[in-house]
Antibody, heavy 114, light 113 residues
Framework: QVQLVQSGAEVKKPGASVKVSCKASGYTFTSYYMHWVRQAPGQGLEWMGI????????SYAQKFQGRVTMTRDTSTSTVYMELSSLRSEDTAVYYC???????WGQGTLVTVSS | DIVMTQTPLSSPVTLGQPASISCRSSQSLVHSDGNTYLSWLQQRPGQPPRLLIYKISNRFSGVPDRFSGSGAGTDFTLKISRVEAEDVGVYYC??????????FGQGTKVEIK
């Protein structure tokens, strides 16, 4: 069965970076794009960007351009999302989701606090 | 970017009664391939979102048939024929016509009266 398993919660200081992982299993990793979506406390879903695990190409929401980097490791079927220059407003649950948003990771809480 | 606007933002419903959520896009979601990539997600409290409906009206695997989707062009609707307690949560419409850029609606909270 398709599973997306994300890394654990993180606490970071303002200005730092965070790297969240999402390990895929149960399907051919390189056949489906992967999204990253975040959700601030009590707020809605916000699309951050997408990566093609096959070639590694990416497309980011304009809001995150210059601060987000999405990468993948085909040997471990894992995608990564790194967000830099963290500020308190980046406190959120970060999700990976397969191409058609048909499968989601469990979410990773990133807390940015001094 | 395509803007998705949902109404209402909150929907108190009596158990066993129907519920309806509207979603309007700022431009047509008809793709050049003829498909309309409009999906609906459900997010129960404390859980990740879950796909309910894709391409306007197709129920995803395991989704009860009390959920149905309809619409065309820029106007879409999610209906729950008879609301059950497990349907409490927030519902989002989302578009993939502008792939690779996705957008979500603001979400509609369904709660029991």
């Amino acid at each position: 069965q398709v599973q997306l398993v994300q890394s654990g919660a993180e606490v970071k200081k303002p200005g730092a970076s965070v790297k969240v992982s999402c390990k895929a299993s149960g399907y051919t990793f390189t056949s489906y794009y992967m999204h990253w979506v975040r959700q601030a406390p009590g707020q809605g879903l916000e699309w951050m960007g997408i990566i093609n695990p096959s070639g590694g190409s990416t497309s980011y929401a304009q809001k995150f351009q210059g601060r987000v980097t999405m990468t993948r490791d085909t040997s471990t079927s894992t995608v990564y999302m790194e967000l830099s220059s963290l500020r308190s407003e980046d406190t959120a649950v970060y999700y990976c989701a397969r191409e058609a948003v048909d499968y989601w990771g469990q979410g990773t809480l990133v807390t940015v606090s001094s | 970017d395509i803007v998705m606007t949902q109404t209402p933002l909150s929907s108190p419903v009596t158990l066993g009664q129907p519920a309806s959520i509207s979603c309007r896009s700022s431009q047509s979601l008809v793709h050049s391939d003829g498909n309309t990539y409009l999906s609906w997600l459900q997010q129960r409290p404390g859980q990740p979102p879950r796909l309910l409906i894709y391409k306007i009206s197709n129920r995803f695997s395991g989704v009860p048939d009390r959920f149905s989707g309809s619409g065309a062009g820029t106007d879409f609707t999610l209906k729950i024929s008879r609301v059950e307690a497990e349907d409490v949560g927030v519902y989002y419409c989302t578009q993939a016509t502008q792939f690779p850029h996705w957008t979500f609606g603001q979400g509609t909270k369904v709660e029991i009266k």
